[in-house]
């Protein structure tokens, strides 16, 4: 049933950005058996998205690393959150680490909204079903972005380059719930490329941690002034 | 490439740590704490900070393209987002023709 909800829309748009990353790694000379393992491993289109741009901008690698590391931390309150609706208190924890690897916004948002209603030892099935056809589905999408970015003319090369770009504008801007993503979402995006004109390598870090604290702090002020 | 494989390894086990670190400590601390709202918030940032940089300076091929051909892509993508009732697959559709029609309008 997982499976079923996946083969929508969600492995759809999924495909799609993974598509337009492997157009990107292609583009940035990585070689296709790193380009599909960065989608494997990482499994997280921001963190590889800032892997590659990073590494052509010749940052240092461990700074890349923390920067990838960074993005990834919205993993950690959504794996908080899911454990407890997915696991089965009776069975052992440790499978569950492995089930943590599939684990990505789409599959976080989709599993706590469908299992509320799912009786429990169906949850986890569901949930490995639906992240790991995601998760599936991605690997062969970023060969054929690889592919195509390499054999097909200019106009649509420059295309697929774009998609990724117009993809998290929608999809941030489009998905923005509070206020202070909101807020973060305008801090990070002038901090980012004034911090990039500063020094390149270290723009995507400083760039978030400068908007973002600023907008933390900023809305904690309108915060206090509302009560 | 070396260098390169071991940064995509050191990523991949990077990016790991969060999931599986909420799996360890999934039902003995909070959620909602300032920490994690910071932390989005740096998280946010740094994503939204990396698109408009890629939009704003682009490196690569999208250099061929001009700044007011972008944004508009963008804006246009937007729109039919929001008009499909916030299909994702539509607006990023649109965005893409749009920056491919701009930039073949121009090139004639």
Known sequence: ?227 | MLDLTLLVIASAIGTYVWRGLGVLLSGRIRVNSELFNWVACVAYAMVAGLISRILLIPSGMLVQTLLIERLGACVLALIAYYVSRRNLLVGVGVGVAAIMVMSVIRGR
């Open chain 1, 1 to 227: 049933m997982g499976m079923r909800d996946a083969l929508g829309a969600p492995a759809a748009v999924l495909a799609a950005g993974m598509l337009g990353f492997g157009a990107l790694a292609f583009e940035s000379g990585l070689n296709l058996v790193l380009a599909v393992a960065c989608t494997a491993g990482i499994w997280a289109l921001p963190g590889q998205i800032v892997l590659i741009e990073m590494h052509a901008a010749g940052a240092p690698g461990p700074l890349t690393v923390l920067a990838v590391m960074l993005t990834g931390v919205r993993f950690l309150p959504m794996s908080i959150s899911l454990m407890p609706v997915i696991r089965d208190p009776k069975k052992p924890r440790a499978p569950m680490y492995a089930a943590a690897q599939l684990l990505a916004m789409t599959s976080w948002a989709w599993t706590m909204r469908r299992c509320m209603d799912m009786p429990r030892e169906a949850r986890l099935s569901y949930f490995i079903g639906f992240a790991g056809t995601c998760w599936a589905i991605c690997l062969p999408a970023t060969l054929m972005g690889y592919y195509l970015a390499g054999s097909f003319p200019p106009l649509m090369r420059l295309g697929f380059l774009f998609l990724n770009p117009v993809y998290f504008v929608v999809l941030l801007i489009g998905e923005a719930r509070t206020r202070l993503a909101a807020s973060a979402l305008v801090c990070g995006a002038i901090a980012g490329p004034l911090l990039y004109l500063v020094n390149p390598q270290w723009s995507v870090v400083s760039g978030g941690l400068v908007g973002g604290t600023a907008a933390y702090l900023i809305q904690r002020q309108l915060g206090r002034r509302d009560a």
